[in-house]
């Protein structure tokens, strides 16, 4: 055959007439890929690297300064508050001991509420007259700001640790996770506007679907920071929890169940919320399913679950899905106009798996920043 009759070292130019550069062209590269490969792998990464974390560092910088000229412009100082807020900024939580699971949840919900308590009572501090609409904000821009620095600072030690040590394997983690990662922080500097402004969100959703329903009937406080409202739908009575609005909170919705369910008989809990969407997922499309639909920790989660398998009450989910940067920047048109169809279903729901005379707690899940009741 012809192909048998090619000459590769004229191809190649590997013949006794071979130009040494060619030569030195083709074999140069193999050998530095061969001997320092992961060195150049371990370059062009660090500058991806190194251009995020000025990105992270500027969210930081931004998060921090918004929220010391929103004290300064809101609040009622006596003294400068920037060397308490850079305190705060630092001040961290160790989650306890899991080597034994038994009791786990209640150590994490009372080291969670230490903090959350904690944080409160030196806002306080900072300016004793601050209403509860403003101490919420506050404590919000808090959380965001402390969220961003920590970021900042895990990114940052990941990528100076493999540096330091020439170690490209061990920047791969952070480069895999890195997209994730920026798009979470991004979303959190976005969300700073919002929540300055107590404008409603796109995890408030749910509290915006139960406050609509709650709008005309009687409200009392049943835990720390939620309201509880009564009514009736077709011989069904209706509880109807929610965060405390307008203020940016999630309340307490597994404490308030709790107390609902000490003096009434519950036959079944729907809740609704926001849930983050998949890839190629509608935004503000609705599902529903079965279990609780509540973010966080877990720690309300757990005590929802418990509560509701100690009594045989089934919990059915409402959710509108969104992305992360949805769920905690201002809340889209697209979002707020599904409220009506989850009422809806909610009623579709309540026909479908209950009978007359029995009584079902309806709770919306989110932050409710903007969103009365």
């Not at 560092?57 to 929220?67: A, H, M, P, T």
């Not at 983690?173 to 402004?197: D, G, N, R, Y």
């Amino acid at each position: 055959m012809e192909f048998m009759n090619i000459d590769f070292d004229q191809l190649f130019g590997m013949g006794d007439d071979s130009d040494p550069l060619m030569m030195l062209v083709w074999f140069l590269p193999i050998i530095l890929f061969v001997f320092y490969g992961q060195r150049i792998q371990l370059y062009v990464t660090s500058r991806e690297i190194t251009k995020a974390l000025k990105k992270l560092d500027g969210f930081k910088g931004e998060s921090r300064n918004e929220l010391i000229i929103y004290v300064k412009k809101n609040l009622k100082l006596d003294d400068d508050p920037t060397k308490k807020i850079d305190k705060f900024l630092e001040y961290f939580t160790i989650m306890p001991v899991d080597m034994d699971p038994n009791g786990i949840v209640d150590k994490v919900r009372h080291t969670v509420r230490i903090k959350e308590d904690y944080t409160r009572e030196h806002i306080k501090l900072l300016s004793p007259q601050i209403n509860e609409l403003e101490l919420n904000k506050v404590q919000t821009l808090l959380e965001i700001a402390s969220s961003l620095q920590m970021i900042y600072k895990i990114v940052n030690h990941m990528f100076l640790t493999a540096k330091k040590q020439n170690n490209y394997p061990l920047i791969l983690p952070l480069q895999m996770l890195l997209p994730f990662i920026m798009e979470h922080a991004e979303a959190m500097s976005k969300s700073i506007p919002a929540f300055k402004t107590g404008q409603p969100v796109g995890d408030g959703i749910g509290p915006m679907v139960v406050g609509k329903m709650m709008l005309n009937f009687e409200k009392e406080t049943i835990a720390f920071q939620t309201v509880l409202a009564k009514t009736d739908f077709e011989d069904r009575k209706l509880f109807l929890l929610k965060s405390e609005g307008p203020g940016s909170t999630v309340g307490r919705p597994a404490e308030a169940l709790e107390s609902i369910i000490s003096n009434s008989k519950i036959d079944a809990i729907i809740m609704v919320d926001a849930a983050l969407k998949m890839e190629g997922e509608e935004s503000a499309s609705i599902a529903c399913g079965f279990g609780a639909a509540i973010g966080g920790i877990g720690t309300e989660r757990f005590q929802i679950e418990e509560i509701a398998t100690q009594k045989n009450i089934p919990i059915f989910s409402i959710v509108v899905k969104q992305s992360v940067k949805e769920a905690i920047t201002l809340m889209t048109k697209q979002i707020a106009d599904t409220s009506n169809d989850v009422s809806s279903q909610i009623n579709e729901m309540i026909r479908e798996n209950t009978k007359q005379g029995q009584s079902i707690v309806i709770i919306g899940v989110g932050n409710t920043s903007g969103v009365s009741q």
